[in-house]
């Protein structure tokens, strides 16, 4: 890999530990605030609205300007709405603003991979994206529930500036603080990436032009037997892993009886999971046998169910584990080969804003319904044993179409032999 990849890499990192540690710094504000239960999943649902909504604009936006420009606004748009929680904002509105950013971000952060790398190169170095994203992530939510416990706010607040008086005055702004610390870090990153030379035919401006052309490549995209099946499972993955972070915070709390603090480390012990079978996955599987990886992925839905029945904290925690390493070792691959799909049917933005577009589609469905769960007051055990179903039922269900589409590939090539 070379050396305008680890900036990249850097850039995201920061960036993502920033998104990470915002969203349970804003958990926590609702928290004091005191609002419903319901409406904490809410924050995240905001967040990834955009990504559904821009999804049409983002793409050829990534296109027209070199990708580090790109990530470079899209900093600044989330340093913006970091800095609305400062004049009191409310959290849902602020934190949809960072999702503005995060959804112009996203499509130059992987864009860039298929015009800096060659194909081969693709798997490892989205294991690394993978990694990363996942270890941001897991610090990130550390960083978050540590940022918000009386401890940490105490000694921030206590540090003293040498040149006068900062005007900060709460364990929440101090915690705001850290936060824009990350994000200018990631925005100076973002100003070294090197211009990779690729220059897109010029992008199409008319919002009614962009979003036929985004429905085409949707079309294109979901009609493909390996772009579908690929495009299926990581819909299902990013769907499934938001509305967890939210179980698995509520489930620490009611079954395992932890702080706000201690639950967020929860939480992380999933993204370590996560990290360790992307790394696996990264080592092991090459884009040909990508598909081997989907049965993981039944294995999981039932290790999901289990958490209902669980009440130590020394099941909990091999079990969150494992629940992470099956997931990372299953969507790395699926994410390569969607990539690579996407890149050869149309350009990379684009096959990563359609991308974009249904695994956020699916986190909002999936966030809708866990927030109305709660709402209905449903028990937790339900909810996750639902939960767990679905998982488990949707994978056998895209196994099953993946059998046939091959299945149908065998028959066409037969076919073809006869003929000749």
Known sequence: MNRGFYTIMAAQFFSSLADNALLFVA????????????????????FVLFYVLLAAFVGAFADSLPKGRVMFIANMVKIFGCALLFVQ???????????????????AKYGILTELLPPEK??????WIEGLTISSIILGTVM???????KVGAM???FDFPLGDTGIDSAAEAALCVVAVLYVTAALFNLRIPLTGSVYPHQERNPARLIEDFANCCVILWKDKLGQISLAVTTLFWGTGATLQFIVLEWAKQYLHMTYEKATTMVGLVGVGVT??????????????????????????????????????????????????????????????????????????HSIAVQNFNENLSILTMLAVYSLMLRLQLDLQVIII???????????????LHAANQREQDSLALIGEHKH
Do not use: C, E
Not at 29 to 46: C, V
């Open 386 to 400: 639902l939960f767990g179903l679905f998982l488990a039922g949707t994978m056998v269900f895209i196994m099953r």
């Open 27 to 46: 958990i926590d504000l609702l928290t004091r605030m005191h609002s419903p239960a319901w409406i904490t999943p809410l924050l995240k649902f905001l």
């Open 276 to 349: 360790v079978g992307a790394v696996l996955s990264a080592k092991f599987i090459t884009l040909r046998k990508s598909l081997s990886v989907i049965p993981l992925g039944v294995a999981m839905g039932f290790m999901v169910m289990a958490m209902a029945f669980v009440h130590s904290t020394w099941i909990a925690y091999p079990m969150l584990i494992g629940i992470g390493i099956l997931s990372g070792f299953f969507v790395v691959p699926m994410n390569a080969l969607l990539q690579h799909r996407g890149h050869v049917l149309m350009s990379a933005g």
């Open 156 to 158: 921030m607040l206590a």
């Open 89 to 107: 904002i409310h959290p849902l509105a602020a934190y949809a603003i960072v999702g503005i950013g995060a959804a112009i971000y996203s499509p």
């Open 144 to 150: 978050g529930g540590a940022l918000v416990s009386a």
């Open 122 to 127: 693709l798997v490892a170095a989205n294991g």
